[in-house]
C-alpha cells in the first residue's frame, strides 16, 4: 500500500515499477501493488528489513511512487511495508477509517512537507566567538593587556569560555531558525538532533526538523534560506532544506477504540 487519494491518482509510468494499480472503497482511491510473498510475508519482510541494500532500493522506490502521485493529487502516504494480505482486509481499513482518513486529506491538501536541518561547525564559529559573544571579546582584550604569565593563565579560562558559549549561541541559533521557519509553516515536527556517527558529518546537528508548508510559502521559506545562509555560513552555520516529501510526518490517524 502506497498512499490514498481523494481523486482517481495519476499512476507515474516513468518509474521502473510494474503493477501499480489503484482501487476505489467509499470515494476513496488507493495505490496498491501485489507483491510476492517470498519478500513480503511477516517472516520474510523481518529478514529482508536486515538487508540494507534491499531496504535502502524498495523505500526508495515506495517514496518516489507517492511522491510522482503528489505532483497531482493530494495523499495520504502510508510507510513502506504496509501490507494487506487480503482486498477484504484493506477495504475493511478504509471502511473504518474512512472519516479519519478524508480529515487527513483536507489537512494536507495544497501543502508540502519539507525537512530543514541546520548543522554548526563549532571550528568556524570559535573563530568568530569575539565577534558573536561579549563575554569572549572582554577576556580577549584581558589577554592582549596581560603579561605573559597572567595571559596564559586567561587563555586557559577563555578556552572553557568558548566552549560554554559556542553551546549557547548554538542554542540561542537553532531556536532562531526554528521560529523563523515556523512562522511561515502551518505545522512543524521536531526531531530528535543526530551524533555525528549517524550523520556522518565533523559539523554538529542543531535544529532537525519537518514543516508543513502551504505550496504558496514554498517560495518564502527558500528565500529566507538564501538569506540566513549568506548571513550565518561565516560563523560556521550551514541550512539544509529537502523537499517536497510526502507528509509522513502529519498524518494522525488514531487507533480506532
Not at 40 to 67: G, M, T, Y
Not at 119 to 143: N, P
Not at 188 to 213: K, S
Request: contains cysteine.
Amino acid at each position: 500500500m502506497y498512499c490514498i487519494t481523494g481523486k482517481p491518482p495519476e499512476l507515474p509510468t516513468s518509474l521502473e515499477i510494474s503493477g501499480l494499480k489503484y482501487l476505489t472503497f467509499d470515494n476513496l482511491y488507493v495505490v496498491v501493488k501485489n507483491v510476492e510473498e517470498e519478500e513480503f510475508s511477516e517472516i520474510n519482510f523481518k529478514k529482508n528489513l536486515s538487508d540494507i541494500p534491499w531496504v535502502e532500493l524498495n523505500a526508495r522506490q515506495h517514496v518516489e511512487v507517492i511522491c510522482q502521485i503528489m505532483e497531482s493529487n493530494t495523499v495520504v502516504p502510508f510507510k513502506f511495508g504496509t501490507i494487506y494480505h487480503t482486498e477484504d482486509g484493506l477495504k475493511k481499513f478504509i471502511s473504518d477509517y474512512s472519516n479519519a482518513l478524508i480529515e487527513n486529506l483536507k489537512q494536507v491538501e495544497g501543502k508540502e512537507e519539507w525537512a530543514v536541518k541546520v548543522y554548526c561547525d563549532r571550528k568556524a564559529l570559535s573563530l568568530q566567538i569575539d565577534e558573536l559573544s561579549a563575554d569572549a571579546a572582554a577576556l580577549e582584550k584581558q589577554i592582549m593587556a596581560s603579561s605573559p604569565g597572567k595571559a596564559f593563565i586567561l587563555k586557559r579560562k577563555k578556552d572553557e569560555l568558548v566552549k560554554n558559549e559556542m553551546d549557547r549561541i548554538c542554542k540561542i541559533y537553532g531556536q532562531q531558525y526554528f521560529d523563523d521557519f515556523k512562522a511561515l509553516s502551518q505545522k512543524y515536527v521536531l526531531n530528535n538532533l543526530l551524533p555525528n556517527e549517524h550523520t556522518g558529518r565533523e559539523d554538529t546537528m542543531i535544529l532537525n526538523a519537518a514543516f508543513l508548508m502551504c505550496k504558496v510559502k514554498v517560495g518564502d521559506m527558500k528565500m529566507k534560506i538564501q538569506t540566513l545562509k549568506k548571513s550565518d555560513e561565516k560563523s560556521g552555520f550551514n541550512i539544509e532544506n529537502t523537499g517536497p516529501w510526502p507528509p509522513f510526518s502529519f498524518i494522525e490517524i488514531n487507533e480506532k477504540k
